[in-house]
């Protein structure tokens, strides 16, 4: 393979016999590296070397204007906007978000040479048309965003005529001046030779200073096509070229230089489909340390992440065989742990509310390993405070409070959290003071990458402090984040490595005019390769179309030339994509993709398929526990101590669940309950009727002592939900909603009651008891214990009745049955298996009648334990009588035996 560079390097060098008043001119910082590689391949002795510049610096050169940074440009260009002509002005944080976007505007305008007094003019009248031929007239939106759009003419002007003032600009600027100066650049450089290396897509700025010196000196350029893309009139990797060869005075009647035939060279392409991102990063380490086995040349390796952010995976899949690696794209300093850490602490100090910390933020800093590093230094500093807030139910808490959930005084915890609403100043100051802090602890376990992480965070913040002392709208933490953030993704981590050597990691553009033989690309798929039609700008397509600027076809041309160029030359080339792409991993696999396997040139190079994990999918198991003499003593402890209903019900429903709630005593994870939850909100309720019930122990219900009852439980349920739930404010939020939702529920359980009595004679005997029976099983020699407590005993016409309150969902048939094998064979019989519990230990000789109060949904009445009959007409049985107890008590011997059984294991139900 012969290399690109390579050839114009031996090129010139053929023409001009030396390189000493040669300007080289190519696409990227990247490219002047390798063109520098081979300058000193050729070479045999020390010669003057030529000026070899990137186009962003030769621009720059010419211009003589500095290169000013995005977050600078920001504020300048919001102090012109705060003198513009209208009335209503956003603040800066509202700028920001629509102010980059007029910024890259104005730089593709200048980029452009487009006559932006006439552009401003055509876009301001457009939105008139646009607005016009409304029955009602213009709305007060439409009219203010015309308004809007007339001052852009007046914000480029003064921003231009401010920032060439101060010799400070933007890229488009910068371009615009090359483009005014480039006659006086050409006069003051008359001895030099320009050799322009590698360019395809070139805005109007640079394709007039490169004709203007192409024609004016003995200058050259070359193009890096191959001819099966140039001839092809339909292909899209020649477009730009083509264009400048039709356009060019300089290029009529001239051969393209630069132009090889190598594309359709012997060549394997390969096209992985892989699902999902981190397993491409992982078929990717793998496919690397096979060619770094049969590589014995060690010929570098490209590399090319068409997605970025695909940057960390990457990383930690890249196999030991790699020795030299270099990574030209740099880590983001966003992805990094420190800036993770930074941003949840500047998030939580925004999100503070009446000086009071939401319970979600200070979880998110306890939890941060970065906070766990500066505050356990004695003990589980952090995890002691979380689970008091869980413990406690608190969901906001002031300074004051969250101080006295500490054990100790602690001088980092009072730096994390301060006493009061930090502004911009005092957030940077305490921010500046933690990275001191961890830059102690970090020089200590030499952690190398945090601490260049600490060291570009130090930057930035004096960097913020400058601007906050110049900007005083800068003072509100909103608005700091708004600057933090952008100055934050200006920033990487360099990584230092081999520059030509090795693995080569680095995206789609840095890899212009540079030509390997191994060439890995990934996640090769659409709205990444091409990267769709995103169109962030004042400006329309159709005005753009007008005026000739670049659209999202132009762009799609440029990542056509970008991705076929790298194949030209090589010999092993390996595609993957994502096969199960989503909005934030790209589009079904790229067009790209498509033309290769389509194109009847290439059919005997391309390999199509998809990657598939060899090990097949674990099938789910049921879990079985056997029964251990260990585990039988603890369901011996457990049968004593009394088994409940509700245990009973689990393990009908799951064995195996049974066993981790119950023996094993696993419970959920504890939570904050920022809204009620269920459990909660039936507890509550409970309280609340044994509150008001209980002085009417004893006494046949009246209308009279209800209607007194009602005027209490305003005060009962606030008192209760207070108790229960959380002793903070809830006058407002979901919270007070639930509030009198549970309200409205004791009212109509007192209403219902009131109704009741009309009809009936009622009597409460008792409420909330709890109540133990000795269960009668010879076979076991330890005692069983049935336990559980009764919502409420009552009388109704004489007759002894239990009811159980019910926030939950409750039918009929789950408390009416044919038969008792029903009541441990079918789990959705539980509700009438516990009916006929708390009947057993009531200890009742007469017959009783057990039933549920559905508290939610009162217009099913009572809902009765039954015994249905089997014959037609089906008849229903209410009362419970020693025959249906004993039927009963049969039912649930068997049940307990075999959860004592040894030989019985726990086994898991699969819903």
């Known amino acids: 393979m012969s290399a690109f560079l390579k050839y114009v390097v031996q090129n010139t060098y053929n023409k001009y016999g030396s390189f000493e008043n040669l300007v080289f001119v190519v696409p990227s910082v990247r490219s002047s590296t390798y063109l520098k590689a081979h300058i000193a391949e050729l070479i045999e002795s020390p010669i003057f070397s030529p000026t070899i510049l990137s186009i962003e610096h030769f621009i720059q050169e010419i211009s003589q204007l500095n290169k000013t940074s995005n977050t600078e440009l920001l504020f300048r260009l919001y102090s012109i906007y705060l003198n513009s002509e209208l009335k209503e002005k ?26 932006t007094k006439s552009i401003f003019d055509y876009l301001t009248a457009l939105n008139k048309l646009n607005a016009w031929g409304g029955k009602d007239g213009l709305t007060t939106m439409v009219t203010d965003y015309v308004k809007f759009t007339q001052t852009f003419k007046y914000l480029y002007d003064e921003f231009t005529s401010h920032l060439l003032s101060t010799k400070d600009s933007y890229q488009g600027l910068r371009y615009k001046l ?54 092809d009139p339909l292909h899209d990797a020649s477009y730009f070229i083509k264009r400048h060869k039709k356009n060019w005075p300089y290029l009529s009647g001239k051969k393209l230089q630069g132009v090889q035939s190598n594309f359709l060279e012997n060549k394997n392409i390969e096209i992985i489909g892989i699902p999902k991102n981190i397993s491409q990063a992982k078929y990717i380490g793998s496919l690397i340390s096979n060619i770094y086995s049969s590589n014995t040349q060690n010929k ?90 869980l413990k406690n139910n608190y969901t906001y808490l002031t300074p004051e409070e969250l101080r006295l959930l500490t054990d100790y005084d602690n001088d980092n915890f ?25 830059q102690t602890s970090y020089n200590q376990t030499h952690q190398l990458i945090e601490l260049e992480s600490l060291q570009l965070y130090h930057n930035l913040f004096n960097q913020l402090n400058k601007y906050v002392a110049e900007q005083e709208y800068l003072n509100e ?98 595609l993957t994509y994502n096969t199960e792409p989503d909005v934030l991993e790209g589009g079904e696999k790229s067009r790209f993709i498509h033309q290769l396997l389509t194109d009847a040139n290439l059919k005997n190079f391309v390999k199509h398929k998809i990657a598939v994990q060899n090990s097949m999918p674990n099938p789910i198991e049921e879990k079985t526990i056997e029964k251990t003499p260990k585990l039988i003593d603890e369901i011996k402890v457990i049968c004593s101590f009394g088994l409940s209903p509700t245990s009973l019900t689990n393990y009908i429903k799951n064995p195996y669940g049974f066993y981790k709630k119950h023996i094993l005593k696993i419970r959920e994870q504890q939570q904050v309950e920022e809204t009620i939850a269920h459990n909660t909100f039936g507890t509550i309720i409970h309280d609340v009727l044994e509150a008001l019930y209980t002085p009417l122990i004893g006494q046949y219900l009246n209308k009279t002592i209800l209607e007194q009852t009602k005027t209490k439980i305003n005060s009962t349920v606030q008192e209760h939900f207070k108790r229960t739930y959380s002793d903070r ?84 048939s789950e408390v009416e049955i044919f038969s008792f094998d029903e009541l441990t064979s079918d789990d959705k019989k539980a509700k009438a298996f516990q009916l006929l519990c708390y009947s057993l230990l009531s200890q009742n000789s007469k017959p009783i009648v057990s039933g549920i109060l559905p508290v939610k949904n009162l217009n099913l009445g009572i809902l009765s ?33 075999e959860i004592a059984d040894p030989k019985t294991p726990f086994k898991e139900v699969l819903l």
């Open 90 to 115: 956003d603040d800066f944080f509202s700028f920001t978000r629509w102010g980059q976007t007029l910024l890259s505007d104005f730089d593709e305008l200048d980029r452009y040479l487009i006559d």
């Open 178 to 231: 090359a483009y005014s100066k480039i006659h006086s650049y050409i006069s003051q450089t008359s001895k030099k030779s320009h050799v322009f290396v590698g360019f395809n897509a070139l805005n109007k700025s640079e394709e007039y200073i490169v004709q203007k010196i192409l024609a004016t000196s003995t200058s050259e350029i070359y193009w890096d096509i191959d001819s099966y893309f140039l001839n």
């Open 300 to 389: 570098p390796i490209a590399l090319v992440l068409a997605d970025e952010t695909l940057l960390p995976a990457i990383l930690n899949s890249i196999p030991e065989e790699v020795k030299e690696i270099n990574i030209t794209m740099g880590y983001p300093l966003s992805d990094t742990s420190i800036s993770n850490f930074f941003t949840v602490l500047i998030d939580s100090y925004i999100n503070i509310i009446n000086n009071k910390w939401y319970y979600k933020d200070i979880l998110r800093i306890l939890s941060n390993p970065i906070a766990v590093n500066l505050l356990n230094k004695e003990s589980d500093f952090t995890a002691n405070i979380i689970n008091k807030i």
């Open 414 to 438: 009072n730096l994390i959290f301060p006493i009061h609403k930090l502004n911009s100043k005092e957030f940077i100051t305490r921010s500046q003071q933690i990275i001191t802090l961890l």
């Open 477 to 574: 933490l909103k608005t700091l984040k708004s600057i933090l953030l952008e100055l934050i993704a200006e920033e990487q981590l360099n990584f230092q490595g081999s520059t030509t050597d090795g693995l080569q990691i680095m995206g789609m553009l840095e890899s212009r005019t540079l030509d390997f033989e191994t060439v890995i690309m990934s996640s090769v798929n659409e709205d990444i390769l091409p990267a769709g039609k995103s169109n962030n700008s004042f400006i329309p397509f159709d005005v753009k179309k007008e005026y000739n600027m670049p659209t999202f076809k132009d762009k799609d041309a440029v990542y056509t030339y970008h991705f076929y160029r790298l194949l030209q030359r090589a010999k092993d080339v390996y």
């Open 729 to 812: 404010n809830v006058d407002k939020g979901q919270n007070f909603i639930v509030l009198k939702v549970i309200t409205k529920y004791i009212e109509s359980v007192i209403q219902f009651e009131i109704n009741q009595i009309e009809k009936h004679q009622i009597k409460i005997l008792s409420l909330e008891q709890e109540l133990k029976v000795i269960l009668d099983i010879p076979e076991l020699d330890y005692p069983v214990n049935l336990k559980g407590k009764l919502d409420r005993i009552d009388e109704i016409d004489g007759q002894l009745r239990i009811l159980d309150y019910k926030t939950g969902k409750v039918t009929k």
């Open 865 to 897: 334990f039954a015994k249905k009959s089997n014959s037609k007409p089906i008849t229903k049985d209410h009362l419970i009588t020693d025959v249906v107890l004993n039927e009963f008590k049969s039912e649930l011997k068997r049940l307990i035996l």
